[in-house]
């Protein structure tokens, strides 16, 4: 039976494999440090969110991270779905570490919880609308504020 455990820092390494392997799935770049440099202030602080792990005959097969944020138009705190990633996939283990952290928001007086896709993955938004999540008519827009140039 799959079981949950917030992540500690003692969970960094497996962590970053982990999140390693996302990246090489889903084609994004992979730089170790600046993910190590986000990861541990929130395996070290949950004021700034949750790191859940997803655990199945006692290996890690999975990862979600869930961030804080405040919001006057949502009432108070939201929370952030950052990432969601799963070794074995098509298995229920998605739904099963969804339902996780939607009870970890609401245990933690989230008022609204937010996840973005990319445009191309239908089959991940197909994913959260089964489980309740709706697609909203808000464009995020972003601009990066750690550049230097």
């Known amino acids: 039976m799959p079981s949950f455990k917030i992540a500690t820092s003692l969970d960094a390494p497996i962590i970053v494999d982990l999140i390693k392997e996302f990246c090489e ?20 602080d949950k004021s700034l969110g949750l790191v ?5 005959d006692e290996q890690t097969v999975g ?7 405040w919001s006057i ?19 229920g283990l998605g739904s099963l570490l969804l339902a996780e952290v939607v009870k970890l928001a609401q245990d933690n007086d989230v008022k609204i ?12 938004r197909d994913f959260y ?19 230097t140039e």
């Open 25 to 44: 799935i889903d084609n994004h770049v992979f730089d170790k440090e600046r993910i190590t440099k986000a990861l541990n202030p929130l395996l070290a």
């Open 129 to 147: 609308l089964r489980h309740g999540f709706k697609q909203d008519d808000s464009i995020w827009l972003s601009h990066d504020l750690s550049s």
């Open 63 to 69: 990862y979600a991270v869930l961030t804080w944020g």
């Open 113 to 124: 919880l937010f996840l973005e896709t990319e445009l191309a993955n239908s089959r991940v």
């Open 73 to 91: 138009e949502s009432g108070g705190r939201e929370g952030l779905i950052d990432e969601i990633y799963l070794k074995e996939r098509n298995q």
């Open 52 to 56: 859940v792990l997803l655990q199945k």
